[in-house]
């Protein structure tokens, strides 16, 4: 058995050939490193811990500057959400259509959303025509009830 029969035809070989796009945009995919203290991206859902944020601040949301700036981490991300959802292929994928984050990179991302942007952002991210994701606490109770 040679080499060529143990790599896969996706995979870059000697010559320097590419990787498809879709390969590419996988190896680049955010995932939690840990299942503890994850967090929310409030705009577009995407989950990672506290430190990734910190690290790398949001790949769909750079924007928001969330790299190496603690306190704006804490104002952009959330621990309070609900549900995950891991997402290969964006563009192709119902459920990330769905939850409108097909537009967004491959990674782990949050179902439901519970918490409050500051104005300041929310004003920011309105000139910029972005939506957000998140929802303030009771925001899906009916007026009246409890």
């Given at each position: 058995?040679?080499?060529?029969?143990n790599?896969?035809?996706?995979e870059?070989?000697?010559e320097?050939?590419?990787?498809?796009?879709?390969?590419?945009?996988?190896?680049q995919?955010s995932?939690?490193t840990s299942?503890?203290?994850?967090?929310?991206?409030?705009?577009?859902g995407i989950?990672k811990t506290?430190?990734?944020f910190?690290?790398?601040?949001?790949?769909?949301?750079?924007?928001?500057?969330?790299?190496?700036n603690?306190?704006?981490?804490n104002?952009?991300t959330?621990?309070?959400f609900?549900?995950?959802?891991?997402v290969?292929?964006?563009?192709?994928?119902?459920?990330?259509?769905?939850?409108?984050?097909?537009?967004?990179?491959p990674?782990?991302?949050?179902?439901?959303i519970?918490?409050?942007?500051?104005r300041d952002?929310?004003?920011?991210?309105e000139?910029r025509g972005?939506?957000?994701r998140?929802?303030?606490v009771g925001?899906d109770?009916k007026?009246?009830?409890?």
């Amino acid at each position: 058995m040679d080499d060529d029969d143990n790599r896969y035809d996706d995979e870059e070989d000697e010559e320097g050939e590419r990787l498809p796009a879709k390969v590419e945009d996988l190896a680049q995919a955010s995932v939690p490193t840990s299942l503890k203290g994850l967090r929310a991206c409030m705009r577009c859902g995407i989950i990672k811990t506290l430190d990734q944020f910190l690290e790398y601040g949001c790949e769909n949301c750079p924007f928001l500057d969330m790299a190496g700036n603690h306190e704006r981490c804490n104002m952009c991300t959330t621990a309070f959400f609900e549900g995950q959802v891991a997402v290969m292929d964006p563009g192709e994928s119902w459920t990330a259509k769905w939850l409108r984050i097909d537009a967004y990179l491959p990674g782990v991302y949050a179902i439901s959303i519970t918490g409050q942007l500051d104005r300041d952002i929310e004003e920011e991210l309105e000139s910029r025509g972005c939506r957000w994701r998140c929802r303030p606490v009771g925001a899906d109770q009916k007026a009246g009830t409890s």
